[in-house]
């Protein structure tokens, strides 16, 4: 709880140069916010930035690594109130109204398509093979990579980690829904 108590004890001599960030000391700026995070823990990242209500936000990630998610909650309820900032444990779900792209690759849930797995020896394990149109065998790991990226930012880093147990990266079949893909929108409700 110490450890805690030092990077909040940071953060709070540092909040107002963090929210009022200039462009050129930005790099300089996150490079302390880290190493302060990481006196902490060293396998918890951030993400901040200002949420739509004007309230600046810090996002404690673990990057979806399980063996760290007490690590975050930790952290995270060892929270100060600090006028102006909302402190959140893990990335949040972001739905699946999103296009990225990764390593030139474009990732859009919208067009994306995936079929539900089931394992012999955990029947309650959900896993999932995602099909892409574009999908390109040379590419398979920016392919895996890139869908890790977009279900995290979908489903949000917590639900993917904890429900989502396997994952797959195919070609998509010509006629996905009469092969048993579902459209990714409809993961979300599976993951409920």
């Not at 940071?10 to 963090?18: K, P």
């Not at 474009?106 to 029947?123: I, N, V, Y």
């Amino acid at each position: 709880m110490q450890e805690c108590k030092v990077f909040w004890r940071w953060f709070e001599r540092n909040e107002d140069r963090l929210r009022e960030i200039e462009e050129a000391s930005r790099e300089a700026l996150f490079d302390e916010l880290l190493d302060a995070l990481h006196a902490y823990s060293p396998q918890l990242w951030f993400e901040t930035g200002t949420a739509d209500d004007g309230v600046s936000e810090l996002i404690i990630s673990a990057e979806g690594n399980a063996d760290y998610f007490s690590d975050v909650r930790l952290l995270i309820a060892a929270a100060p109130a600090i006028a102006g900032w909302r402190f959140l444990a893990f990335k949040p779900a972001n739905g699946f109204g999103f296009t990225t792209e990764y390593e030139g690759t474009t990732f859009s849930p919208g067009a994306t398509w995936f079929m539900p797995l089931s394992s012999h020896s955990d029947r309650g394990a959900l896993g999932i093979r995602v099909g892409y149109a574009h999908y390109d065998e040379q590419q398979h790991q920016r392919f895996l990579t890139g869908t890790f990226i977009m279900l995290e930012c979908a489903l949000g880093e917590l639900a993917f980690a904890e429900q989502v147990h396997h994952v797959e990266v195919v070609r998509l079949p010509s006629s996905p829904a009469s092969s048993g893909y579902l459209p990714l929108t409809e993961l979300g409700e599976i993951v409920k």
